[in-house]
């Protein structure tokens, strides 16, 4: 089975994300040739050269438009690794598709045009900060449309110093700068003529070494949890469903289910129509355990020996989205996976705009849109919280009232 690794690509709507995508699907030719042709002749009807985002985009509409309009999903296979390469919406408006993107992504590649009047946009820090908070710590940046200007290279370093002072403190692992230019294939696939004094590595040299890390194994390292997404009735036998996010189970372990305040050994493991001995982390399974009642969704399966107990609060940072506001006190619904539960913001200890402000405001009781903040949440019944950056799966969360007003990590 081939390594599959998800990249996120983000980035302001005019910078480039859809056309670098196009250029390295036609580049490790993992597109068809009939698709090509399409995108040809699509280009050639609206008076427009080749356009490498056409091979990317499914709508005339969108084509028309010079943007994607959802959340797009492409595969580039190469070397034996796919590739799946989600191109998040650069419009402030569409924010809720990018968490959504970048919270299932290993890595990031983020496009930054490098024509004058683009370049370093409010939106760009935004993305910057979200995935940072998402939990990804690989990024790509690259500095698209360089032969607008010349291939400057003292034009380059200036953007690249001016994206590195607002990454302080982010805590990107790893980190990279690329002049490009995808339209040209500038340093996507082969290193450019144009670029003589660029001593890097092309982009798709970068995605490679995503793909030499072993995100599975880092999951199979964390303890066991599993979300119940239902239970099943089989033959008058109860079976729990769900995704294993993290850790491994085993036949005959002994497991607690939390809140359910339940332990019980693991009888029978199902994985699709199969039944195995063992699951490991990302995998969807069925568990028949020797007793099945009082458990129900929502609840967390881990092992008894290494369990997380319940809690009715929590301290974590959140960011408030776009068009919405918060107001300590104020009745929300929580929800983590399939957990869900009323809460309310209890204390907002300090808050700020991660873009235009320079130090947190404290002693507030509301928070904004497009601001961050650190509270206190209290929870209508406990549930199973831990620290993001120990479990990821059980540590990240959003509130809503009708729609989604947030997003937040445990801290």
Same mark, same amino acid.
Not at 26 to 37: A, L, Q, V
Not at 58 to 68: A, D, K, N
């Given at each position: 089975m081939a390594k599959e690794i998800r990249i996120s690509l983000l980035g302001h709507k005019d910078h480039g994300?859809?056309?670098?995508?196009?250029?390295?699907?036609?580049?490790?030719?993992?597109?068809?040739?009939? $698709?090509?042709?399409?995108?040809?002749a699509t280009s050639k009807s609206l008076g427009k050269d080749f356009e490498y985002a056409f091979l990317l985009d499914?709508?005339?509409?969108?084509?028309?438009?010079?943007?994607?309009l959802d959340t797009t999903r492409a595969?580039?296979?190469?070397?034996?690794?796919?590739?799946e390469l989600i191109d998040?919406?650069?419009?402030?408006?569409?924010?809720?598709?990018?968490?959504?993107?970048?919270?299932?992504a290993h890595a990031a590649i983020l496009i930054v045009s490098a024509q004058p009047d683009e370049r370093l946009r409010d939106e760009t820090k935004l993305h910057l900060y979200l995935a940072s908070l998402l939990g990804i710590k690989n990024l790509v940046v690259t500095i698209n449309k360089m032969d607008t200007i010349s291939y400057d290279e003292q034009e380059f370093n200036k953007i690249r110093d001016d994206i590195t002072e607002i990454l302080t403190g982010f805590g990107y692992e790893k980190l990279a700068f690329v002049p490009v230019s995808a339209k040209e294939g500038d340093n996507v696939s082969a290193l450019s003529e144009a670029t003589p004094w660029y001593k890097g590595k092309t982009v798709l040299q970068y995605m490679q070494e995503f793909s030499d890390i072993d995100y599975e194994k880092e999951l199979k390292s964390l303890p066991a949890r599993m979300f119940v997404q239902d239970v099943y009735d089989?033959?008058?036998?109860?079976?729990?469903?769900?995704?294993?996010?993290? %850790?491994?189970?085993?036949?005959?372990?002994?497991?607690?289910?939390?809140?359910?305040?339940? !332990?019980?050994?693991?009888?029978?493991?199902?994985?699709?129509?199969?039944?195995v001995d063992k699951a490991e982390a990302g995998q969807n399974i069925g568990l028949k355990l020797e007793e099945n009642d009082g458990?129900? $969704? %929502?609840?967390?399966?881990?092992?008894?020996?290494?369990?997380?107990?319940?809690? #009715?609060?929590?301290?974590?940072?959140?960011?408030?989205?776009?068009?919405?506001?918060?107001?300590?006190?104020?009745?929300?619904t929580i929800t983590c996976a399939s957990q869900e539960a009323e809460a309310e913001i209890s204390v907002i200890i300090e808050k700020m705009n991660p873009i235009s402000d320079k130090e947190p405001k404290?002693?507030?009781?509301?928070?904004?849109?497009w601001e961050s903040a650190q509270v206190e949440i209290k929870?209508?019944?406990?549930?199973?919280? !831990? #620290?993001?950056?120990?479990?990821?799966?059980?540590?990240?969360?959003?509130?809503?009232?009708?729609?989604?007003?947030?997003?937040g990590v445990v801290e």
């Open positions: 994300k859809s056309t670098l995508i196009g250029r390295l699907l036609y580049d490790t030719r993992s597109i068809t040739e009939d $698709r090509i042709n399409e995108a040809r499914s709508f005339e509409e969108e084509r028309e438009g010079g943007f994607t595969q580039v296979h190469h070397n034996g690794v796919i590739y998040v919406p650069g419009h402030k408006e569409l924010v809720k598709n990018m968490l959504t993107g970048a919270s299932l089989m033959g008058g036998e109860k079976i729990l469903v769900g995704r294993l996010d993290t %850790g491994t189970l085993s036949v005959g372990d002994m497991i607690a289910v939390e809140p359910a305040g339940i !332990e019980r050994k693991i009888e029978q493991m199902m994985l699709r129509q199969d039944v458990i129900q $969704r %929502g609840n967390v399966c881990m092992p008894a020996d290494n369990k997380t107990k319940p809690t #009715s609060s929590i301290k974590a940072k959140i960011f408030c989205l776009p068009g919405n506001g918060v107001k300590a006190g104020e009745r929300l404290k002693g507030v009781s509301e928070i904004d849109g929870l209508g019944r406990p549930m199973v919280f !831990e #620290s993001f950056s120990e479990v990821p799966h059980t540590g990240r969360f959003v509130l809503s009232r009708d729609n989604i007003i947030a997003v």
